[in-house]
Each structure stands twice: as C-alpha cells, then as structure tokens.
C-alpha cells in the first residue's frame, strides 16, 4: 500500500528556512512521482514543484524559483522541499503527492495527476 507522510513544518520569520520531508513507502521496484503542492485558506491547492525518480528530474513554479529546491534520498525512498528566504505568502498548508508508478522523465505540477496524498504540515511565515 502506497503511503506518503510530510513532515518538517512549523513557524519562521520572514527570511527564515524550513525543510519539508516526504517519506514514501509502499513502492515496489517501480518508478514513480513526487509533487508538493500548498493550500493557503480560501485559495486552491496550487503546486509547488515535482521530482521524477527515474532520472531525479525537479522543477519547481516560478513564485518560488530561486528559494524552494526539491532533492531526493533513494536510500531512504524520502524526498525534500529546502524553502529558503520564506516570505508571507508562503505560509499554507503544504502536502506532498505520489503519481505511482510514474515512467517519465519528467513530473507534472498538475493536482489532477497525483493519486496518494499525505495529511499535510502546516508552514506559518511571520513578517
């Protein structure tokens, strides 16, 4: 059974770090996809970035191009979101998503194309 669980949220000043942590279980020898993606209240969920673990191909949106990077542990089948000078709007609840099994090279930041969702950690960016 596919599982995703995010961890590593909290609450910083503006400027400040986080690193959030997906930690995937459930896949047999396959390949797969993992997205981030935020909900800020009242907006949709809108994602953050991807990675594709046949070849570690990551991208993330243009609003956090330059802060946010997402990289993957194989070793530990976990994947993390580094979100560096946090500014306001990027407090939200943030989740991580599995498209498994995925073959791509690449990844979609499209909610739509994600199966297995984790509970959420919330990240609270004070000015």
């Known amino acids: 059974q596919v599982q995703v669980v995010e961890s590593g949220g909290g609450s910083v000043q503006a400027g400040g770090s986080l690193r959030l942590s997906c930690a995937a279980s459930?896949?047999?020898?396959?390949?797969?996809?993992i997205g981030w993606f935020r909900q800020a209240p009242g907006k949709l969920r809108e994602g953050v970035g991807c990675i594709s673990s046949r070849d570690s191909f990551a991208h993330v949106t243009d609003s956090v191009k330059g802060r946010f990077t997402i990289s993957g542990d194989d070793a530990k089948n976990t994947v993390y979101l580094q979100m560096n000078s946090l500014k306001p709007e990027d407090t939200a609840i943030y989740y991580c998503?599995?498209?498994?099994?995925?073959?791509?090279?690449?990844?979609?930041?499209?909610?739509?194309?994600?199966?297995?969702w984790g509970q959420g950690t919330q990240v609270t960016v004070s000015s």
């Open positions: 459930g896949f047999t020898p396959d390949y797969f996809a």
């Open positions: 998503a599995a498209r498994y099994p995925w073959y791509g090279s690449d990844c979609s930041r499209d909610v739509h194309e994600y199966d297995y």
